[in-house]
Nanobody, 122 residues
Framework: QVQLVESGGGLVQAGGSLRLSCVAS????????MGWYRQAPGKQRELLAT???????AYADSVKGRFTISRDNAKNTVYLQMNDLKPDDTAVFYC????????????????WGQGTQVTVSS
């Protein structure tokens, strides 16, 4: 069982930045692709960014150019640097280990952590 602990959220004004962290324990972190998700009130959880074991990254169009995913295998940690935040970015942010399906989509593998709340004021 993998445990995921997200942190770094908070209240920020539009245009500001935050850096989220997620520590994954109970897995061989360096062997896993990781993803960041968010869930806004009344909306489905959406995948924002992924990073493979080799460091290849991919982003949803809604955050491309503003968010950067990175990882530190020595610390079992994945990060999400968020710049130029907008009120529409307000959500609870989650990370997970992800697996690549045959159709190119990513599937979260483990139970969700508690997430970290990001609130962007206008």
């Amino acid at each position: 069982q993998v445990q995921l602990v997200e942190s770094g959220g908070g209240l920020v004004q539009a245009g500001g930045s935050l850096r989220l962290s997620c520590v994954a324990s109970g897995s061989i972190f360096s062997s896993d692709a990781m993803g960041w998700y968010r869930q806004a009130p009344g909306k489905q959880r959406e995948l924002l960014a992924t990073i493979t074991t080799g460091g290849s990254t991919a982003y949803a169009d809604s955050v491309k150019g503003r968010f950067t995913i990175s990882r530190d295998n020595a610390k079992n940690t994945v990060y999400l640097q968020m710049n130029d935040l907008k009120p529409d970015d307000t959500a609870v942010f989650y990370c997970n280990v992800v697996g690549l399906l045959y159709d190119g989509s990513w599937l979260p593998k483990w139970s969700w952590g508690q997430g970290t709340q990001v609130t962007v004021s206008s």
